[in-house]
């Protein structure tokens, strides 16, 4: 089952993009393009307020939290709801939001999701509907226009007829700052705010209990490792090349901890028989009980995937391992984490010295 898994998730996936492609076809022939705006929002009375973000990857939803603090610092007593995932349900729990719309991929529920959606989108009488994709999402643009608010939000692009406030691209490639300096090229109160997940005392304190089950000592200085990253994609290291790295850590004066998410659950039997129980392996697919057990980590080191973010956005010390040159677009800051770049064949070493370097400073 098992080894299915992928494959009929992919074949989901396809046809969920083919049913919304043919839905923009269609919206496209029958709807006509808004007519552009200017409005300034320091002067607009702003009670409700939508954002959208409506992709399915961990890292997507994370990064998409900028918009909610940032429009919650401009406009703190709206009512302020988002559009996302299942996922971003969850790790948007504790965060200035008020409601929660989920958006379906599982055929055939998606094909009549979207029209109840919509009603109910409308029905709530938006004042203003931000697309937080870029333009990148035509599912983002799609419920945006049709949202029923006379004042919607987006980038410039391939599906930004359903705006009528279009934005030019911000002028950098990093996920880190296009959000920010997107809203404050509305005029409104901007800065440097980073993706943040809020748990609370007893997700902490859970999580703490639950490593020292795993760790031996008390005191240990704790580095998660998470293997996986999208292999389809090329962005995952080898499994030989992880566990010679957790090997390595063991013999210094560190406690390694393995992590396995639910796309490379084949692998965890692999750690486990390899390690010998030197060193703990964790399979948790519940997003928010992962979280507290790596908000407990001093280091966290993963390839380029969604629990990168998720590490920055507790606040952990982040090593990111990009296998593609696309780090200058994904890669967390220097505030937050160090990258490790090697397009054709990133070694056990350099992550290593990437592993030393970091906890000297932490230290």
């Known amino acids: 089952m098992t080894k299915l898994y992928p494959t009929r998730l992919a074949f989901r996936y396809r046809i969920d993009r083919r049913i919304r492609n043919s839905v923009m076809r269609v919206m496209n022939c029958v709807t006509f393009a808004a007519d552009d705006q200017e409005v300034d929002f320091r002067s607009q009375e702003?009670?409700?307020?939508?954002?959208?973000?409506?992709?399915?990857?961990?890292?997507?939803?994370i990064l998409a939290t900028p918009a909610i603090l940032l429009f919650r610092r401009n406009f703190p007593l709206a009512k302020?709801?988002?559009?996302?995932?299942?996922?971003?349900?969850?790790?948007?729990e504790n965060l200035p939001i008020d409601g929660h719309f989920e958006v379906?991929?599982?055929?055939?529920?998606?094909?009549?999701s979207y029209a109840w959606l919509l009603k109910k989108i409308r029905d709530m009488k938006y004042d203003l509907a931000f697309d937080a994709s870029g333009s990148s999402s035509a599912l983002g643009s799609f419920i945006v226009g049709l949202s029923g608010a006379p004042l919607r939000v987006g980038v410039r692009g391939k599906w930004d007829r359903w705006f009528n406030i279009r934005l030019d691209r911000p002028d950098t490639v990093s996920k880190y700052h296009s959000l920010p300096k997107l809203i404050g090229s509305l005029g409104l109160k901007s800065g440097l705010v980073y993706p943040q997940l809020r748990l609370s005392f007893r997700e902490i304190e859970c999580g703490k209990a639950r490593m020292r089950k795993q760790v031996?000592?008390?005191n240990a200085v704790i580095v998660?490792?998470?293997?996986?990253?999208?292999?389809?994609?090329?962005?995952?290291?080898?499994?030989?090349?992880?566990?010679?790295?957790?090997?390595?850590?063991?013999?210094?004066?560190v406690q390694p901890v393995m992590f396995v998410g639910p796309e490379e659950?084949?692998?965890?039997?692999?750690?486990?028989?390899?390690?010998?129980?030197?060193?703990?392996?964790?399979?948790?697919p519940d997003v928010r009980a992962f979280a507290s057990l790596v908000a407990n980590c001093r280091l966290f080191v993963a390839c380029d995937s969604g629990p990168v973010h998720l590490a920055c956005a507790v606040r952990v010390?982040?090593?990111?391992?990009?296998?593609?040159d696309d780090f200058d677009r994904w890669s967390p800051p220097l505030d937050l984490g160090r990258v490790v770049h090697c397009q054709r064949a990133m070694s056990v070493d350099a992550v290593?010295?990437?592993?030393h370097h970091e906890l000297r400073c932490l230290n």
């Open 46 to 61: 702003i009670k409700r307020i939508l954002i959208v973000r409506s992709l399915f990857r961990m890292g997507d939803v």
């Open 104 to 112: 379906s991929k599982n055929f055939p529920r998606v094909s009549w």
């Open 317 to 324: 010390r982040t090593i990111a391992i990009f296998l593609k």
């Open 224 to 253: 998660g490792i998470f293997v996986g990253g999208r292999k389809s994609r090329g962005k995952r290291w080898d499994k030989e090349n992880f566990l010679k790295l957790a090997i390595r850590l063991s013999d210094l004066a």
């Open 352 to 355: 290593l010295e990437a592993c």
């Open 80 to 92: 302020i709801d988002f559009v996302g995932s299942k996922i971003s349900r969850a790790l948007f």
């Open 216 to 218: 031996c000592d008390a």
């Open 265 to 284: 659950k084949d692998l965890l039997a692999y750690f486990e028989r390899e390690l010998k129980g030197k060193v703990p392996a964790i399979f948790e």
